[in-house]
């Protein structure tokens, strides 16, 4: 079964796109745009940017910016950002300015794999001029940065089997590292999630649960707090249902006052040509309703028809 929503277009000419694009642009026409940029997938998309800077001597990521403005210019420039363009971009935007986003470092870095780190810290190097690592730990501390760090190592196992010798000594230095008097740190005993493979994980947890005769939200409840214990969970949560989570952190970015706009652009773009049928399969699952609907009734305009184009997905004309 097909997870991505978004595919390669059959018979693409980047050229003519970028003709259609220009006149479009010229004529603030927002659907036409929108129709040219979500029938194609993101390769596709960067092979618009060179016919189009040959012909007209401009950057398209620019005149979007010039043309658009709002959440409808966010959308458009999130499509035609790489992947990895796109999380750095949002990496960035968690740890600049006034107090971090520590919510989005926690999303993007618990549901990428190593090679997408890995490509994100490359990018990220580019872009800015300092590593990664060293933008994060500058606006994070203690145990959650020390964990996050881990996870930026992109060393994370990937095989999908858990070590069945190492599952009963991981659990058990987990519960010593509640006693001080056994002198191990928590951070020692926890580590193992950002490292391990998701059926790893998923068996020390139930190990733990075995061990102590107690459920593992609990005594992380009581025994951790604040971004670590975050992190924790969502690792947890991660290894166990990527989908599921995301699906709930979308939820999260709609509820309450006002929709975290960009957070729900990041969201569905990066994970229109990943998994983003699981997503939408998980968001009814858990909350009773399409992820359409949703779009429909906090989004609006052609902001909201971009949305809900990039879900139904490209693979039948407009």
């Known amino acids: 079964m097909a997870t991505a929503k978004i595919h390669f277009k059959p018979g693409f000419d980047e050229v003519l796109a970028a003709e259609s694009l220009d ?15 979500v029938s194609v997938n993101n390769t596709q ?10 012909r007209y001597g401009k950057d398209l990521e620019e005149e979007v910016k010039k043309t658009f403005s709002g959440d409808f210019e966010d959308f458009l420039v999130a499509l035609l950002q790489t992947p990895t363009k ?92 509640f006693d001080k008097k056994n002198g191990i740190e928590k951070f020692d005993a926890f580590k193992i999630f ?29 025994e951790l707090s604040g971004d670590f214990k975050n992190l924790i969970l969502s690792l947890i949560e991660t290894s166990r249902n990527k989908a599921r989570f995301l699906a709930n952190s979308i939820h999260l970015a709609t509820k309450g006052m006002g929709t975290r706009d960009k957070d729900l652009i990041r969201i569905l773009v990066s994970r229109s040509e990943n998994d983003l049928v699981h997503i939408e399969h998980e968001f009814q699952a ?15 305009a052609e902001y909201r028809d971009g949305l809900t184009m990039l879900v139904k997905g490209n693979s039948r004309p407009y």
């Open 45 to 54: 998309r960067q092979m618009i940017r060179t016919p189009y800077k040959t």
């Open 286 to 300: 858990l909350f009773g309703k399409p992820l359409t609907q949703l779009i429909k009734e906090e989004c609006k």
């Open 86 to 177: 796109l999380d750095v971009t949002e990496l960035n935007r968690a740890v600049k300015g006034l107090g971090t986003n520590e919510k989005n470092l926690i999303e993007i870095l618990t549901t990428r794999t190593n090679e997408e780190i890995e490509a994100m810290k490359n990018t990220y190097f580019m872009t800015y001029g300092k590593s990664l690592e060293d933008a994060i730990s500058a606006d994070t501390s203690g145990d959650f940065r020390r964990l996050l760090i881990v996870i930026l190592q992109a060393k994370r196992e990937e095989s999908g089997f858990a070590d069945s010798f190492k599952v009963g000594g991981h659990a058990a230095q987990i519960l010593k590292s």
């Open 194 to 222: 950002a490292s391990a493979n998701g059926a790893h994980i998923q068996k020390v947890v139930e190990e733990v649960e075995r061990q102590s005769g107690k459920d593992f939200q609990k005594i992380v409840d009581k």
């Open 23 to 37: 006149k479009a642009l010229r004529n603030k026409e927002k659907l036409k745009v929108l129709e040219i940029l």
